[in-house]
């Protein structure tokens, strides 16, 4: 069974007015295996965000469902979604949605205070992360004191201080400088290989090139899907860019 299953997608949004319609997705049908590395790709306005605010739980579907090991999000009670959200998922998002007037330690250990988890578990589970995201030097410091790249360690460490069944990042690399994108690829990269499953939204091509799956989003559907099987990540850039020039009708973003 898979980790995560979609089926047959569809949102609809209102508008409040005129009670026009518009059809984000039509029919998305896809699944992530445990330990998959996907990358989910599309033009603006393709449906890549609607579909990712369904699988975090932030959003409920027209119709079809989201199954996470065999359960549908459907039958999750509201009451409970929030406490679901935190145990099954991590976020990693483009602007980082760190809290200032936390330390960046209070910020990563956020999820586990509000789960009302030991600090005993809490301190247990931080120093392997900021060990190996290398940001142990750092953790009494705020967010305003320490760069972007550093600022999306201390979100990728907060995403995967619950042990997360899936990490579900937004533009990961969008507001970082292309080192620091790199060094985050590589983090990405370095705990897939350790088992943990990620499916990841962006734009740019060079990101998407890390994954071992990348699902092509037109017109509210999967459109198209390539594996990285033993390319190298500069054979999938390749091929992403190849592809992406007719999903996109030419609209590349190779960043």
Known sequence: ???????????????????????ALSSVNFSVEEGEYVAIMGASGSGKTTLLNILAS??????????????SFAKIKDRDISAFRRDNLGFVFQDFNLLDTFSLKDNILLPLVL???PYSLMEQRL????????????LNKFPYEVSG??????????ALITNPRIILADEPTGALDSKAS?????IFSDINKSGQTILMVTHS???????????FIKDGEVFHQLYKGNLTNEEMFQKIVSTLAVVTDGGVDIG
Do not use: C, W
């Open 1 to 23: 069974m898979a980790l995560l299953e979609v089926k047959n997608l569809k949102k609809i949004y209102t508008t409040r007015l005129g009670g026009q319609q518009f059809q």
């Open 58 to 71: 932030l959003d409920k579907p027209t119709s079809g469902e989201v199954l996470l090991e065999g359960k």
């Open 115 to 117: 789960a009302k988890k």
């Open 127 to 138: 120093m392997p992360i900021a060990e190996k995201l290398e940001i142990k030097e750092l």
């Open 149 to 158: 790249g550093q600022k999306q360690r201390v979100a990728v460490a907060r």
């Open 182 to 186: 790199s060094n985050l690829l590589k």
């Open 205 to 215: 091509t060079m990101a998407a090139s890390h994954a071992k799956r990348v699902l």
